[in-house]
């Protein structure tokens, strides 16, 4: 057996800004499920980075542990990855200010998140929300991780990362491993139930299912499914010119484990309603033991709080390593006693 030592470092960060949702589900957390045994593997609640954007107090610290308990839920074994939250570190905020000072300005002005969310929140553009690829460079490179799985619109971000990395061994000498974006080959991109030609995403209720919704609200969420307005009516896979049904068939597959050959066979000669429902009943089955682990586990307050406290030893143990290092490098004084 490998040890722990010489497996590649895994890491992800993931905002508790909402609650998490089957495409989060079946386009993240499962692959992360599935690389537990190969990987060494961090995943951290970046609390940190969600007050970039206006957050009621009492809701992010309730979401932060909630979502913490819905990882674990879908099988994310606390015993095999390090699972944290990100401000219990503070080697984050520390290493983030020192990278502010080797990122540049130009580099901030162009990250599309950047542009995107200051539209959005236009009256609370703050220096957080300009810098915040600083502190993710800071949260990924504290661990030396290896691989980096994002989906595609933290791509960016990371490729910033391996700049920041780069730029600062060449000053410095070897001081930061420069990790590699991770785009599993298998894990499903979906897509919003009502609108299949955008992602599923929180912000549109009623074409997103949620890990904790009820059997029948999920139930009829799928029976609300936008399909496609083509004269064929058949389940064929076909996202360009059948994003509706295409996105069900991804779904179905992602569930039942089934190809989408064998799924386009299972309905052939069946209109979409038969589709749509089978569809639903797959999603509340995958999903019921998981939100009733969810329910449990967020209930047991003592034990989440144990999976944090060990994620926190464990995951400043590294950071403190990394950040000594950087200190050094940079010229910093040694503090004398820790
Ligand atoms: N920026 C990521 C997001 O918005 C979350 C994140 C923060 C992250 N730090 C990270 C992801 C480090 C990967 C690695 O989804």
Same mark, same amino acid.
């Given at each position: 057996?490998?040890?722990?030592?010489?497996?590649?470092?895994?890491?992800?960060?993931?905002?508790?800004?909402?609650?998490?949702?089957?495409?989060?589900?079946?386009?993240?957390?499962?692959?992360?499920?599935?690389?537990?045994?190969?990987?060494?593997?961090?995943?951290?609640?970046?609390?940190?980075?969600?007050?970039?954007?206006?957050?009621?107090?009492?809701?992010?610290?309730?979401?932060?542990?909630?979502?913490?308990?819905?990882?674990?839920?879908?099988?994310?074994?606390?015993?095999?990855?390090?699972?944290?939250?990100?401000?219990?570190?503070?080697?984050?905020?520390?290493?983030?200010?020192?990278?502010?000072?080797?990122?540049?300005?130009?580099?901030?002005?162009?990250?599309?998140?950047?542009?995107?969310?200051?539209?959005?929140?236009?009256?609370?553009?703050?220096?957080?929300?300009?810098?915040?690829?600083?502190?993710?460079?800071?949260?990924?490179?504290?661990?030396?991780?290896?691989?980096?799985?994002?989906?595609?619109?933290?791509?960016?971000?990371?490729?910033?990362?391996?700049?920041?990395?780069?730029?600062?061994?060449?000053?410095?000498?070897?001081?930061?491993?420069?990790?590699?974006?991770?785009?599993?080959?298998?894990?499903?991109?979906?897509?919003?139930?009502?609108?299949?030609?955008?992602?599923?995403?929180?912000?549109?209720?009623?074409?997103?299912?949620?890990?904790?919704?009820?059997?029948?609200?999920?139930?009829?969420?799928?029976?609300?499914?936008?399909?496609?307005?083509?004269?064929?009516?058949?389940?064929?896979?076909?996202?360009?010119? +059948?994003?509706?049904?295409?996105?069900?068939?991804?779904?179905? %597959?992602? @569930?039942?484990? !089934?190809? &989408?050959?064998? *799924?386009?066979?299972?309905?052939?000669?069946?209109?979409?309603?038969?589709?749509?429902?089978?569809?639903?009943?797959?999603?509340?089955?995958?999903?019921?033991?998981?939100?009733?682990?969810?329910?449990?586990?967020?209930?047991?307050?003592?034990?989440? +709080?144990?999976?944090?406290?060990?994620?926190?030893?464990?995951? %400043?143990? @590294?950071?403190? !390593?990394? &950040?000594?290092? *950087?200190?050094?490098?940079?010229?910093?004084?040694?503090?004398?006693?820790?």
């Amino acid at each position: 057996m490998e040890s722990a030592e010489a497996k590649k470092v895994m890491l992800s960060g993931i905002q508790p800004s909402g609650e998490l949702h089957l495409g989060n589900y079946l386009g993240a957390v499962k692959n992360w499920v599935a690389l537990a045994d190969a990987f060494d593997c961090y995943y951290f609640m970046a609390d940190m980075h969600t007050i970039t954007v206006r957050q009621e107090p009492k809701e992010l610290r309730r979401r932060t542990t909630e979502q913490l308990a819905e990882y674990i839920a879908c099988g994310l074994d606390p015993e095999k990855n390090t699972l944290f939250i990100q401000s219990h570190v503070h080697e984050h905020a520390e290493l983030g200010w020192i990278l502010n000072c080797y990122t540049m300005f130009g580099e901030l002005s162009r990250m599309t998140q950047f542009k995107d969310k200051s539209a959005k929140h236009a009256n609370n553009i703050n220096g957080g929300l300009f810098t915040y690829p600083a502190l993710m460079a800071a949260d990924i490179l504290l661990y030396q991780p290896d691989y980096v799985p994002v989906g595609e619109d933290q791509k960016q971000h990371c490729e910033l990362t391996r700049d920041i990395a780069i730029r600062f061994n060449n000053l410095y000498g070897e001081t930061f491993k420069v990790p590699e974006p991770y785009i599993p080959k298998t894990g499903a991109r979906i897509m919003s139930l009502s609108d299949p030609t955008s992602k599923m995403s929180k912000s549109d209720p009623a074409g997103c299912v949620f890990i904790m919704d009820r059997p029948e609200d999920v139930a009829r969420k799928f029976k609300r499914a936008v399909t496609d307005s083509d004269t064929e009516r058949c389940v064929r896979f076909d996202p360009e010119n +059948k994003p509706g049904v295409s996105n069900l068939m991804n779904i179905y %597959s992602a @569930v039942t484990g !089934r190809s &989408l050959d064998r *799924v386009e066979k299972e309905f052939e000669g069946q209109g979409y309603g038969v589709f749509k429902a089978a569809v639903g009943d797959a999603v509340v089955e995958t999903l019921r033991p998981i939100r009733e682990q969810a329910g449990r586990l967020i209930a047991d307050k003592a034990y989440i +709080k144990q999976v944090y406290t060990d994620g926190d030893l464990k995951a %400043s143990r @590294v950071a403190r !390593r990394t &950040l000594r290092k *950087v200190y050094r490098k940079v010229g910093f004084v040694e503090k004398p006693f820790e």
